[in-house]
């Protein structure tokens, strides 16, 4: 079994609205309306994967309501924590005519340290079961920022694979408690090792920076793929993932996409290549459709022939 967690959960609506201008008044021509928040959008695709999720995290009022109805409509299982303050929503904009998209994000609902609580109580629970747990997005208000860290270190102690994907002070406690897996994307990935980067070379030796940091295994999400500090063949190895670009319709989610797939290979016990294959395959489609975490398996399959992995050496280590 595979649980996502999202403290942050949401209502995510994904409008496309051509030649969008602030100021002024604007029709969409598509709009979709989903529950949203990382770990949930990952619960999505690795459900359309046919892999086994539980979906939870933290749910408030008529917004976690719709929430939770919308995932069970999606056949998610799924158990959240019910909270006093309503559950945000976000609103992402696309313009077509330039491929841009605008997101804005309400800052959710104020937690309190008894509700943390009973998360906490839920999540140990239900991880008796489980193989794999994704701590996935940001924190609602009232959350310490060391919360993911501290329930990696109670994961690891359950002998439960842990992956992180999340950014900032979060981030930089979680990877110090020592997750199995950490996947930022290159802008979190710049705060987290506190420089940014120029090229591959530089991007290749960040991953290994954030091994150094803690994380037992690091994958940086790109564009065009990803690169990755994995164990291979009992060595930590670096690889680079890429795929051909693509007529992009909404890149957002796509990194949930990424990781999704990645889990849903590794949770079947594919190889470390054929797990970063799979999900670069997975984030690359995911980016034709409005919405984040919807994919179809059946193009995935077919994109998957088409992403190169290549073994790379870090300018460091070279002699």
Same mark, same amino acid.
């Given at each position: 079994?595979?649980?996502?967690?999202?403290?942050?959960?949401?209502?995510?609506?994904?409008?496309?609205?051509?030649?969008?201008?602030?100021?002024?008044?604007?029709?969409?021509?598509?709009?979709?309306?989903?529950?949203?928040?990382?770990?949930?959008? /990952?619960?999505? *695709?690795?459900?359309?994967?046919?892999?086994?999720?539980?979906?939870?995290?933290?749910?408030?009022?008529?917004?976690?309501?719709?929430?939770?109805?919308?995932?069970?409509?999606?056949?998610?299982?799924?158990?959240?924590?019910?909270?006093?303050?309503?559950?945000?929503?976000?609103?992402?904009?696309?313009?077509?005519?330039?491929?841009?998209?605008?997101?804005?994000? =309400?800052?959710?609902?104020?937690?309190?340290?008894?509700?943390?609580?009973? %998360?906490?109580?839920?999540?140990?629970?239900?991880?008796?079961?489980?193989?794999?747990? /994704?701590?996935?997005?940001?924190?609602?208000?009232?959350? =310490?920022? #060391?919360?993911?860290?501290?329930?990696?270190?109670?994961?690891?102690?359950?002998?439960?694979?842990?992956?992180? #994907?999340?950014?900032? =002070?979060?981030?930089?406690?979680?990877?110090? !408690?020592?997750?199995?897996?950490?996947?930022?994307?290159?802008?979190?990935? =710049?705060?987290? /090792?506190?420089?940014?980067?120029?090229?591959? @070379? #530089?991007?290749?030796?960040?991953?290994?920076?954030?091994?150094?940091?803690?994380?037992?295994?690091?994958?940086?999400?790109?564009?065009?793929?990803?690169?990755?500090?994995?164990? /291979?063949?009992?060595?930590?190895?670096?690889?680079?993932?890429?795929?051909?670009?693509?007529?992009?319709?909404?890149?957002?989610?796509?990194?949930?996409?990424?990781?999704?797939?990645?889990?849903?290979?590794?949770?079947?016990?594919?190889?470390?290549?054929?797990?970063?294959? %799979?999900?670069?395959?997975?984030?690359?489609?995911?980016?034709?459709?409005?919405?984040?975490?919807?994919?179809?398996?059946?193009?995935?399959?077919?994109? *998957? !022939?088409?992403? #190169?992995?290549?073994?790379?050496?870090?300018?460091? @280590?070279?002699?």
């Amino acid at each position: 079994m595979i649980i996502t967690v999202t403290l942050n959960a949401a209502i995510d609506k994904s409008l496309n609205v051509p030649s969008f201008r602030l100021g002024r008044r604007h029709r969409t021509v598509e709009q979709t309306t989903m529950a949203g928040g990382k770990g949930v959008n /990952v619960a999505r *695709t690795l459900k359309t994967l046919g892999q086994p999720v539980i979906a939870t995290g933290f749910q408030g009022g008529p917004t976690g309501t719709r929430i939770v109805e919308q995932l069970t409509e999606d056949s998610i299982l799924n158990d959240f924590v019910r909270i006093r303050e309503e559950s945000r929503t976000n609103t992402a904009v696309y313009d077509p005519t330039n491929g841009q998209m605008t997101e804005i994000n =309400e800052r959710g609902p104020a937690i309190t340290a008894k509700e943390v609580e009973l %998360f906490r109580d839920k999540l140990l629970y239900l991880a008796r079961g489980a193989d794999i747990v /994704v701590l996935a997005g940001s924190l609602p208000r009232g959350v =310490e920022v #060391d919360v993911y860290a501290g329930l990696v270190r109670e994961l690891r102690r359950m002998d439960v694979l842990v992956i992180v #994907d999340t950014d900032g =002070e979060p981030l930089r406690h979680a990877v110090r !408690a020592e997750p199995d897996l950490i996947s930022p994307n290159v802008l979190e990935a =710049e705060e987290l /090792v506190g420089h940014e980067f120029n090229d591959d @070379e #530089d991007r290749a030796i960040a991953v290994r920076e954030m091994v150094q940091l803690g994380a037992r295994e690091a994958i940086m999400t790109a564009p065009d793929g990803c690169v990755a500090a994995m164990h /291979v063949d009992g060595e930590r190895q670096l690889l680079r993932v890429t795929v051909e670009p693509r007529e992009t319709v909404a890149a957002v989610g796509s990194g949930d996409a990424f990781l999704a797939g990645y889990v849903a290979s590794r949770y079947g016990g594919g190889s470390v290549e054929d797990c970063l294959r %799979f999900g670069v395959a997975c984030g690359a489609e995911s980016t034709k459709r409005l919405g984040a975490g919807l994919i179809d398996p059946r193009e995935v399959e077919k994109l *998957t !022939a088409e992403v #190169d992995v290549q073994r790379i050496v870090a300018p460091a @280590e070279v002699g």
